[in-house]
């Protein structure tokens, strides 16, 4: 099923996620304080795209992102959790991999790898961390990309573990967007 299936299919697709949708605060909220990243403010009144394009440290998501064909995706209604990784995080990856990646014929893994950074609901830090805490130390997550990774805490921070053992921190928590929530994170994840 595709990314954009996923998104339809609202309170079903929820159950993918964190296992519950989070409500947290509102986009009106939110508005007023908007979140520097990558030397841009991300406003909680755009949607992830028209926010992640001004991020100075995520042209690389950016350009795989629309390599992969999911623009449209993810300016969508959602909502979407979206694990961000920086264009530093893309730079550990082994020399040759992102442009490897974005070539046509490898649309389907870039997809998978992409999708694999994506929730669908909107979830916020607190609430990761609650749902670490009562699963005593380790948190499924299923991503709309088929991938479950392992959320843990590293004193305050939010840790992804991926299916190859990789750990992406959180390193900005909580970019609210208009359809949905952005953490930014330090590593790639990758499928198993």
Same mark, same amino acid.
């Given at each position: 099923m595709t990314l954009h299936k996923l998104a339809l299919a609202g309170t079903a697709a929820l159950a993918l996620g964190f296992g519950f949708a989070t409500v947290g605060p509102s986009a009106a909220q939110m508005a007023d304080k908007p979140v520097t990243v990558g030397g841009a403010p991300m406003y909680a009144n755009k949607n992830i795209i028209e926010n992640a394009v001004n991020s100075k440290d995520h042209t690389t998501l950016v350009a795989a992102v629309k390599a992969a064909g999911l623009v449209e995706t993810l300016s969508g209604k &959602?909502?979407?959790t979206v694990f961000a990784p920086t264009n530093a995080a893309f730079a550990k990856l082994p020399a040759g991999t992102v442009d490897n990646l974005v070539k046509p014929e490898n649309k389907a893994t870039l997809t998978k790898?992409?999708?694999?950074h994506v929730v669908a609901a909107d979830v916020?830090?607190?609430?990761i961390a609650k749902m670490i805490k009562d699963s005593k130390g380790m948190h499924p997550v299923k991503t709309v990309g088929g991938c479950t990774?392992?959320?843990k805490m590293n004193g305050d921070k939010?840790?992804?573990v991926d299916?190859? &053992?990789n750990e992406a921190t959180v390193t900005i928590a909580n970019?609210?967007?208009s359809n949905g929530v952005i953490h930014v994170i330090d590593t790639v994840l990758l499928p198993g």
């Open positions: &959602g909502p979407f790898i992409l999708t694999c916020m830090s607190s609430a990774y392992n959320a939010i840790v992804l299916g190859k &053992g970019v609210k967007q």
